[in-house]
C-alpha cells in the first residue's frame, strides 16, 4: 500500500450538517447573492412602472420585500432539509466519528457507523472547498463530506491545505 502521508479523525454532528447547508446554499457560488439581489432589482423595476410613470419609492419598496422573501425562502429550505435530514438518519452517522487516511494520490475512509472502508482518488473528487471552519469534500455536484477543522491541529490544515492544492488544481478553492 502507497506511504500514509497523515491521519485525521473528524465527525459530523448535526450542527456541522445544518452549517454545511448554509455554507453549500450562500457561498459556494459566489455569483447566487448578487443574482437574487439583480432579479428582485428587474423584478421590482417592472412592478414599479405604473401608467408609464416609474415610481421610486415603490422599486425600492418592492425590491426589499421580493430580496427579503427569496431570502427567506432559501433559509426555509435549508431549515426544512436540515430537519428532514436529521429525522431519517438511520445509519448513526451523525456524531459517529470518520477515520479519513490521506495518501499521496487517494484517501481512505473509514466511519464507526458503517462497516468497511472507500478508498477514493483525489482525481474522483468534483471539488473541495475550504471555509473557516471546515473542508469540504464534494465528490458529485450533491455528495459531500465535512472534515471539521477543529478536529485537527494546524500542522494537519497546512498540509491538508498543501496536499488539496497540489492534487485538485482548479477544484480546490477557498470560500
Known amino acids: 500500500m502507497a506511504n500514509k502521508l497523515f491521519t485525521v479523525k473528524t465527525r459530523m454532528t448535526k450542527e ?20 437574487i439581489i439583480i432579479l428582485a432589482a428587474l423584478m421590482a423595476a ?4 405604473d401608467d408609464r410613470e416609474f415610481n421610486i ?7 426589499i420585500l421580493l430580496a427579503l422573501v427569496s431570502f427567506s425562502t432559501m433559509i426555509f429550505k435549508v431549515e ?16 459517529s466519528q470518520d477515520i479519513l487516511d490521506f495518501h499521496d494520490d487517494f484517501l481512505i475512509v473509514k466511519n464507526t457507523a458503517i462497516e468497511g472502508q472507500s478508498k ?3 482525481d474522483q473528487f468534483y471539488q473541495v472547498l475550504e471555509s473557516k471552519d471546515y473542508f469540504i469534500n464534494y465528490f458529485n455536484m450533491n455528495q459531500a463530506s465535512l472534515i471539521r477543522k477543529k478536529d485537527m491541529d494546524e500542522e494537519a490544515i497546512k498540509k491538508l491545505r498543501n496536499l488539496y492544492e497540489k492534487q485538485m488544481g482548479n477544484k480546490y478553492k477557498k470560500i
Open 80 to 95: 426544512r432539509r436540515t430537519k428532514q435530514r436529521i429525522k431519517t438518519d438511520n445509519t448513526g452517522v451523525f456524531d
Open 57 to 63: 419609492i415603490r422599486f425600492f419598496m418592492l425590491w
Open 16 to 35: 456541522d450538517y445544518h452549517k454545511f447547508l448554509y455554507v453549500a446554499t450562500f457561498r459556494r457560488n459566489k455569483v447566487i447573492i448578487p443574482f
Open 120 to 122: 477514493i482518488k483525489y
Open 46 to 49: 417592472l412592478l414599479a412602472f
